[in-house]
């Protein structure tokens, strides 16, 4: 199947701070991609969808100003958590969609342990 | 989307079939049927998808009902590196987004 990588896989940084999260799909174009959220012995929360060149669609409850989303490319979006607080610290996990065939497949990267302090 | 219904927990010996059943019963007629597993710590990882045909790869089989109301992930012979979470997620595989429920814990023990 596709790959999708994200950087870092963990990260630790200090309450106030902001942390950027990569996501890349390494060997397809991603039209889509999503931002997954999953706190411990949880299922993963879906937190925004974005299309390339377009601003990104927040779930109710997500706040756009906090959670900063980038699809600059079709092979790269980002994450940026801004002012981190430690409640924010959780599994950060993208995701990208792209065609196959004429049908729409959705690749998972390998998350992003946020740890705030 | 249509919602799925999973079992919680499931135990499986390694080296038999594990089956892991799903119920989606409020299914529409262009949703397919997706399966995903997690393994601790790592993101989802796909493993099949099916509209109303059974449907085998070199992970799993998929065996849909006729009424499409539900259906059963068979690994056929699970290793201890089986065990994960595995989530039933039903969506047209357009538009829409991937909702994840809570998933069944497969536990595969020696």
């Known amino acids: 199947g596709a790959v999708v990588s994200q950087h870092p896989s963990r990260v630790i940084c200090k309450s106030g701070t902001s942390v950027k999260i990569e996501c890349r799909s390494l060997d397809f174009q991603a039209t889509t991609m999503f931002w997954y959220r999953q706190f411990p012995k949880k299922s993963l929360m879906l937190m925004a969808t974005?299309?390339?060149?377009?601003?990104?669609?927040?779930e109710q409850g997500v706040e756009k100003d906090k959670f900063l989303i980038n699809h600059a490319s079709l092979t790269l979006s980002t994450l940026t958590v801004t002012s981190a607080h430690p409640e924010d610290s959780s599994f950060y996990i993208c995701?990208?969609?792209?065609?196959?065939?004429?049908?729409?497949?959705?690749?998972f990267g390998p998350g992003t342990r946020l740890t705030v302090t | 989307d249509a919602k799925t219904t999973q079992p919680p927990s499931m135990d499986c010996a390694e080296g038999r079939a594990a089956n892991l059943p799903c119920n989606h019963s409020?299914?529409?007629?262009?949703?397919?049927v997706y399966w995903y597993r997690q393994i601790h710590s790592q993101g989802p990882q796909y493993i099949i998808h099916g509209l109303k045909n059974n449907e085998t790869n070199e992970m799993a089989s998929l065996i849909i009902t006729e009424d499409r109301k539900s259906s059963t992930l068979i690994l056929p012979h699970a290793t201890l590196r089986d065990t994960a979470v595995y989530y039933c997620?039903?969506?047209?595989?357009?538009?829409?987004?991937?909702?994840f429920g809570t998933g069944t814990r497969l536990q595969v023990t020696l």
């Open positions: 995701s990208a969609r792209g065609t196959s065939g004429g049908f729409y497949e959705q690749y």
């Open positions: 974005s299309n390339e060149g377009s601003k990104a669609t927040y």
């Open positions: 997620i039903v969506y047209t595989g357009t538009a829409s987004k991937l909702t």
């Open positions: 409020t299914i529409s007629g262009n949703e397919y």
